[in-house]
């Protein structure tokens, strides 16, 4: 058990519909990072949170949102769902640079 | 742009049989590359960052070591257990934020 929780486990939705995927870090860390895991394309950088502001951001689409509250627990937000979003969603959590925890994941699947 | 390459990308072994892990890697500058191991349908379990090269860490049958542009793991006598993907990441100097970039990982599974 890394210390980072996820919910859901799993999604299912339809498309063209909105979802919310919630992260809480291990406590004392400050960073929140999500990635998405698909098929073919492994592990993927979406976006970095540092104790509520946006630090960083990779590959993430304009239907894709993120924010991290004061509590320090993050949420990623996707809209107008498509097929090819079907993945594996990721948290990780740090308290700086080092070494990050990778929670359970959430299993999102688009029909 | 930094680019992390592993191999090979499926290895079978026999219980007890040794060997090694291989992780390629571009980067303007190295601040630290990690390895994962990663079980099916869950999250990247921890394993190791190295900082410098000439640096090793272990874990059990594990050990990990770093040159200035590869990283190997290397797993000695292996159980059926070590069976699971291994994903190696780099984190760069000069990268916005702290983020990983990951390689597409080596399939390992070891037989009884």
């Known amino acids: 058990d890394s210390g980072v929780t996820q919910t859901p486990k799993h999604l299912i939705t339809a498309t063209g519909q909105r979802v919310t995927l919630r992260c809480s870090p291990r406590s004392g860390d400050l960073s929140v990072y999500w990635y998405q895991q698909s098929l073919d394309q492994g592990l993927q950088f979406l976006i970095q949170y540092y104790n509520g502001e946006e630090r960083a951001k990779g590959n993430i689409l304009e239907r894709f949102s993120a924010q991290q509250f004061p509590d320090l627990h993050s949420e990623l937000n996707l809209s107008s769902l498509e097929l090819g979003d079907s993945a594996l969603y990721f948290c990780a959590s740090s308290v700086r640079t080092g070494e990050k925890y990778f929670g359970p994941g959430t299993r999102l699947t688009v029909l | 742009e930094d680019q992390v390459t592993q191999s090979p990308e499926a290895l079978r072994l026999q219980e007890g049989e040794s060997s090694s892990l291989n992780c390629s890697y571009t980067v303007s500058g190295l601040r630290g590359l990690f390895w994962y191991r990663q079980d099916p349908g869950k999250g990247p379990e921890f394993l190791f960052t190295?900082?410098?090269a000439g640096e090793e860490k272990e874990k059990e049958r594990l050990k990990a070591t770093l040159t200035k542009k590869e990283s190997f793991l290397h797993i000695t006598a292996p159980k059926p257990e070590d069976s699971a993907t291994y994903l190696c990441a780099v984190q760069a100097l000069e990268t916005s934020g702290s983020r990983l970039t990951f390689g597409e990982g080596t399939q390992l599974t070891v037989n009884p």
């Open positions: 190295l900082y410098s």
